[in-house]
């Protein structure tokens, strides 16, 4: 039987904390599936904008909504022992409530940057690294007693007592992956794979390739791999400003790319028809003169090339098609630009209502 699709929102975690949840709650209210907390990075200080711990929002976020699930999009194994990360899910979790709760592990190389683990050999064992955290936060969060030994982490875990109070629901876990071995991991091992921004039609059927490579090492159904694609996004009712936010938010992630994670987007941009040196003046203008800057730059056709959701709501529902016939069953809309309260409501108003049976 298919996933069925779902629909969220990519939120990073460097507005103001009332901003981040308000908008959970327009959200929730327009019927959104999910709101996926990237956590921001030092790195986005320079553009006048502060960094928060995705979960410590995650656990806020959970008691202000109802029906919203909330998504660890993503945390680094790099950053937290996959112990201490089982810790803050248990909390999450336990706000949340049943099925409401997805965690997220990813690299985030450009979080490494900051500090100072960013280049190679200091990041090393990616691989490694992920497998661990994944089984180490399942064995924890699964109650029984755990005990594990991995080529990074390690783990010695009592059985939880029957009469601890803790949530006894589950908790999927998914991978993010660019590189084509970490998506087969995700294929292997995942409740689901997540891809990083700019993700295109063309980069799903890739990554679903490469679920399917994963699974097939440990006999899983591939169509069982939830694969959420984050992809950049605005609405409005005229299409020109309804593609403004998309820009903008094009712009930052494009500059991104080649500023803090040269090769790794590689086949990601190839897949999109964009040559590296095309964006080097859009990373230029957000180093020099901000995102503003940077978005003067994208121009029609490098806006049109990264396959956003965005436009009209008519636009919006022809590019979610399109991301579904290519493999994706989970959208992860970067909503940006003004007005994203009435953004939302607009999505659910105009757009969801077309994926809903």
């Given at each position: 039987m298919a996933l069925p699709l779902r629909i969220?929102?990519?939120?990073?975690?460097?507005?103001?904390?009332?901003?981040?949840?308000?908008?959970?709650?327009?959200m929730d209210e327009a019927g959104m599936d999910t709101i996926w907390l990237a956590e921001a990075y030092p790195w986005w200080r320079k553009h006048q904008m502060?960094?928060?711990?995705?979960?410590?929002?995650?656990?806020?976020?959970?008691?202000e909504t109802k029906h919203l699930t909330i998504g660890w999009g993503i945390i680094s194994p790099y950053t937290r022992h996959p112990v201490q990360a089982a810790m803050?899910?248990?909390v999450v979790q336990e706000a949340a409530g049943p099925g409401r709760f997805i965690v997220g592990f990813g690299t985030s190389k450009i979080f490494l940057n900051n500090t100072k683990q960013g280049g190679p050999p200091k990041v090393t064992k990616p691989l490694a690294h992920m497998r661990d955290s994944v089984e180490i936060m399942r064995g924890i969060l699964g109650g029984e007693r755990f005990e594990y030994d991995g080529k990074v982490y390690s783990a010695d875990i009592p059985a939880l007592s029957p009469e601890a109070h803790a949530p006894d629901w589950d908790v999927p876990?998914?991978?993010?992956?660019?590189?084509?071995?970490?998506?087969?991991?995700g294929g292997e091992i995942g409740d689901g794979l997540l891809t990083p921004s700019i993700t295109t039609p063309a980069f799903v059927r890739y990554t679903r390739g490469n679920i399917e490579l994963g699974a097939a090492k440990s006999g899983r159904n591939p169509g069982d791999v939830d694969l959420g694609c984050t992809v950049v996004a605005s609405i409005g009712e005229d299409r020109d400003e309804g593609r403004d936010g998309a820009r903008e938010i094009a712009g930052m992630y494009l500059a991104n790319k080649v500023q803090n994670i040269a090769?790794?987007?590689?086949?990601?941009?190839?897949?999109?028809?964009?040559?590296?040196?095309?964006?080097?003046?859009?990373?230029?203008a957000m180093e020099q003169g901000g995102r503003l800057a940077a978005?003067?730059?994208v121009t029609d056709s490098l806006l049109d090339r990264c396959k956003?959701?965005?436009?009209?709501?008519?636009?919006?529902?022809?590019?979610?098609?399109?991301y579904r016939d290519a493999g994706c069953t989970h959208v992860m809309l970067e909503l940006w630009g003004a007005n994203r309260h009435e953004q939302i409501r607009l999505f659910g108003e105009?757009?969801?209502?077309?994926f809903r049976d």
């Open positions: 969220g929102v990519m939120q990073l975690t460097m507005e103001p904390l009332d901003e981040m949840l308000a908008s959970a709650r327009a502060e960094a928060r711990s995705s979960t410590v929002v995650s656990a806020l976020m959970a008691r803050d899910a248990r876990v998914y991978v993010a992956g660019t590189a084509p071995l970490m998506q087969q991991l090769g790794a987007a590689d086949t990601l941009l190839e897949l999109a028809n964009i040559d590296p040196e095309e964006i080097r003046p859009v990373a230029e978005k003067e730059l956003p959701i965005a436009g009209t709501p008519a636009d919006c529902i022809a590019a979610i098609e399109e105009k757009v969801l209502p077309h």
